[in-house]
């Protein structure tokens, strides 16, 4: 059935809190109202207050306590309303839930999944707009996905409910309800750390995951409909444990990298992308990577500073025509 | 610590009617300036995140009428009014909700993340209750240089959920700042109703725990608001210590634009609707001898020139040039020029 990307995760969060009574739900407006973005929507009905908790506005507390309950056998599912706000229960994620295991001997794990809606491109300025994904790809003990397709939403979801460690499952606000795709009504799980090829090309490969997946593959087409480059876009999915095979085949292919994300250039994941390659692909490249992501600022509001700052598909394009030109 | 002057409810005749309808004006600015607010986010013409304070105007106009020049405030997001009351200039507010070069950001920055330090107010960010520590801090700052002046911190009682509020109001309570913690209690945290957040009936009885006293007011009376706030401040400026207000209101729309609000219940909101701040205080000025009908003539004519003002302004105001995003990041200082400079030189040279 065709759903948007939005529906898949709420139909995850369904169909595992359905599979498992120990998945619950907790975060800032997540029962009555079902979520800011309506992604909990109908769980409440469906499983009630014990297991669909409104909690206060205290992002350190839902996680510590998911951490907490999660030692004990439960797998909670936790919501921060938007992506931002994670900067609030950054210590519980970074220093309690991601070493947990490494000071308990291996003895203690941490099943926790941390949603968190991010992206930018829907005016929401400085403090609802960030993509925070870089701030925990360096954090060993954590696993850190960021699907860009319903499919991927609904399957990465569950395998992040079934995974022992905590992960952090960024969803980009701009893909909720403009991507829709045929996903099957069956159970089915997407395994986090394995990246996917979306497209296949020859001349050029785009590396890329979550809200500029859809731009890169757009980016893609114009570029072999007008100059004749057959442009390869692989989709990261999982930003760590990175799937360095999949990165490494990507450069090895076609010889001409760019990485594009709408995080920030200085720190984002395209530098550790960059540097896998220039470490394990030098001798198959024609070309420097190049890295196309979101200029080293703050999320500007006044909508011609959004525009400049941002990724979109003209940029890829151009980007994509000058690597070429290499 | 000397007693210091404060500007008190002018007891004699001239003075006092001239507050009273100074009072009013601002009042009514407010709510009439946040009704357009919402029409021009209709029309796209603001883009992004609006919160309306209707219902709570009383809170920012009876806070910030007895504060003085010098005095720090920390609006939450419902807290427009804070600008307006402090005497922005209610075009360049306008250009601020439009992402206009001449807004208080310059388009950087939407709604109140703009703040104006020249007039004492502090842009908060999104994450509620992050301002509290920033209010203690600017507190403490008037404490080590003995300044005659006091910081206001707002904050929701959805926010005071926060950690952050925890560590600022402890810390005031050590060191005896000179900080009004401001709470207003509207019920509700988005659709997260007071029962879910907090196990007590009244967010005041935590002053206890910090070492100062909480107080308990209805926020929708301006009087009440006023002077409650006037023999506070007056204590906190004279050395006194923190104190904590909790006003119980009520928002009347919903909790942002987007927000039809229907996990409210019907009958607490009309209960609630029929304790409109403005006609309260419309009802205190006919006690005190206004001719009513006529004060409303002219303040209707006055804030609808004001507005439109505004609205003119920030229209036609330019938007920011788009490199303008990589402005700002960084103090201009010698070090970074010369840094430039350097790296000018090292480009010219190839
Ligand atoms: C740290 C943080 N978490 C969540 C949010 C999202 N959010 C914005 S306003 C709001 C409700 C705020 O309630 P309250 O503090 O009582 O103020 P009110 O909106 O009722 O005036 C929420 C949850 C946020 N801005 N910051």
């Known amino acids: 059935m065709e759903i948007t990307y939005l529906k898949a995760i709420n139909e995850a969060l369904h169909e595992e809190m359905r599979r498992d009574e120990n998945v619950f739900v907790m975060g800032e407006d997540v029962a009555e109202l079902g979520g800011a973005f309506k992604v909990t929507e109908g769980l409440l009905d469906a499983f ?56 308990h001997g291996g003895l203690a794990s941490c099943p926790i999944v941390i949603r968190a809606p991010s992206g930018a491109g829907v005016h929401g300025a400085l403090f609802h707009s960030q993509n925070p994904e870089a701030w925990f790809t360096r954090v060993p003990g954590l696993k850190v996905v960021a699907p860009a397709t319903p499919y991927d939403a609904k399957g990465m979801l569950k395998a992040a409910i079934r995974d022992d460690n905590p992960v952090v499952y960024f969803e980009h606000k701009r893909l909720y309800r403009s991507v829709k795709e045929d996903v099957p009504t069956g159970d089915f799980t997407v395994p986090l750390g394995v990246a996917q090829v979306r497209r296949s090309g020859d001349d050029l490969s785009i590396v890329t995951y979550g809200g500029t997946l859809h731009q890169a593959l ?27 095979e999949a990165i490494l085949a990507a450069a090895r292919k076609t010889g001409k990298v760019l990485v594009v994300h709408e995080d920030r250039l ?10 896998i390659i220039g470490e394990h692909a030098f001798e198959y490249l024609d070309a420097p990577v190049r890295r196309l992501a979101m200029l080293d600022t703050h999320n500007a509001f006044s909508p011609p500073l959004e525009e400049f700052i941002l990724p979109n598909t003209a940029k890829i394009v151009a980007a994509v025509r000058d690597l070429w030109a290499y | 610590m000397p007693e210091r002057e404060v500007p008190t409810f002018p007891a004699d005749g001239g003075a006092r009617i001239e507050y009273e309808l100074q009072l009013y004006y601002w009042i009514r600015l407010i709510r009439a300036f946040e ?6 986010h209709r029309q796209n013409k603001i883009l992004g995140g609006v919160y309306s304070g209707a219902g709570q105007e009383a809170i920012v106009t009876g806070v910030c009428a007895p504060l003085r020049e ?16 402090r005497g922005v200039e209610p075009g360049r507010l306008m250009a601020q909700l439009m992402g206009k070069e001449t807004g208080l950001s310059r388009g950087k920055d939407n709604f109140l993340h703009g703040g104006e330090l020249s007039r004492g107010i502090f842009g908060p960010t999104s994450m509620l209750g992050s301002s509290l520590p920033v209010c203690v801090g600017a507190a403490l700052k008037f404490k080590m240089k003995r300044d005659p002046n006091v910081a206001v911190a707002f904050f929701g009682e959805g926010a005071a959920s926060r950690g952050d509020v925890h ?3 402890n810390f005031a309570g050590v060191h005896k700042l000179p900080v009004l913690f401001v709470c207003e209690n509207n019920r509700f945290a988005f659709s997260t109703p007071i029962e879910k957040q907090m196990a007590v009936e009244d967010l005041a009885v935590r002053a206890t725990g910090y070492g100062f006293s909480g107080y308990v007011c209805a926020g929708n009376d301006l009087l009440a608001v006023l002077n409650l706030t006037q023999r506070l401040v007056n204590r906190i400026r004279n050395g006194g210590g923190p104190e904590l207000i909790e006003f119980k209101t009520y928002r009347f729309r919903g909790h942002s634009e987007h927000d039809p609000a229907t996990y409210r219940d019907q009958d607490e909101l009309i ?32 804030v609808r020139n004001t507005i439109q003002e505004a609205v ?24 970074t020029d010369a840094a430039e400079e350097r790296r000018a030189a090292r480009g010219a040279r190839g």
């Open chain 1, 48 to 103: 009630g207050p014990e297991r669909v908790i409104d909690t206060p506005i205290a992002e350190a507390l839902i996680v510590g306590a998911g951490v907490g309950a999660a030692m004990l056998g439960m797998r909670p599912v936790l919501e921060m309303q938007f992506g931002d706000f994670i900067s609030c229960a950054f210590d519980q994620i970074v220093n309690t839930a991601a070493t947990l295991r490494y000071r």
């Open chain 1, 218 to 244: 757009e980016a893609a087409n114009i570029a072999e409909r007008e100059d004749g480059i057959s442009v390869e876009v692989l989709d990261l999915r999982t930003l760590l444990p990175l799937d360095r």
């Open chain 1, 266 to 275: 200085t720190g984002g994941i395209g530098g550790e992308i960059a540097a």
């Open chain 2, 35 to 40: 009704e357009r607010v919402s029409h021009l």
């Open chain 2, 70 to 85: 010098g005095d720090f405030l920390a609006p939450l997001h419902r807290d427009l009014g804070v600008f307006l009351v």
């Open chain 2, 167 to 169: 560590e600022a109001m």
């Open chain 2, 271 to 302: 209960e609630w609707e029929s304790r409109d701040p403005i006609p309260l205080y419309e009802l205190y000025l006919e006690k005190r001898g206004h001719d009513l009908a006529r004060v409303r003539e002219q303040v209707d004519a006055r």
């Open chain 2, 312 to 335: 003119d302004y920030a229209e036609h105001s330019p938007f920011p040039e788009p490199h303008e995003a990589l402005e700002d990041l960084y103090a201009p200082s010698a070090q």
